[in-house]
């Protein structure tokens, strides 16, 4: 299930769709795969309905799942279809690295994580 981290300055749903992205990215989560209720998320997340509806909102706008009335909301994402550039992935890299020396940590923390 979800964790949610309520000590952190990122937002609950950002939180929750960062989650079910890394699950899909790591094959957790594969295509015809069903994510799990709203209310079930929100239930034991402790968290509003809404929270987890916006989460899910952006991965269907991004076009990794898709709500279908009836039968939930299933991941249709193949990796080759939502893959980052080299030079996206660069940028991304670099942001991290800066948040890791703002908050005090050194390139070997970052290195580590990337693992």
Do not use: C, F, W
């Not at 709500?67 to 279809?81: C, K, L, Q, S």
């Not at 939502?82 to 390139?107: P, Q, V």
């Amino acid at each position: 299930m979800i964790s949610i981290d309520a000590s952190s300055p990122t937002p609950l749903a950002e939180q929750i769709r960062r989650a079910v992205r890394r699950d899909i990215a790591e094959g957790r989560l594969r295509a015809g795969s069903s994510l799990p209720p709203v209310r079930k998320v929100a239930a034991a997340a402790g968290v509003n309905l809404n929270t987890v509806a916006r989460a899910y909102r952006a991965l269907e706008e991004e076009g990794l799942v898709s709500a279908v009335r009836g039968r939930g909301t299933e991941v249709v994402a193949v990796r080759e279809r939502h893959g980052a550039s080299r030079r996206d992935l660069e940028l991304r890299a670099r942001d991290l690295a800066a948040d890791a020396s703002l908050g005090g940590h050194d390139a070997r923390v970052v290195r580590s994580l990337l693992r």
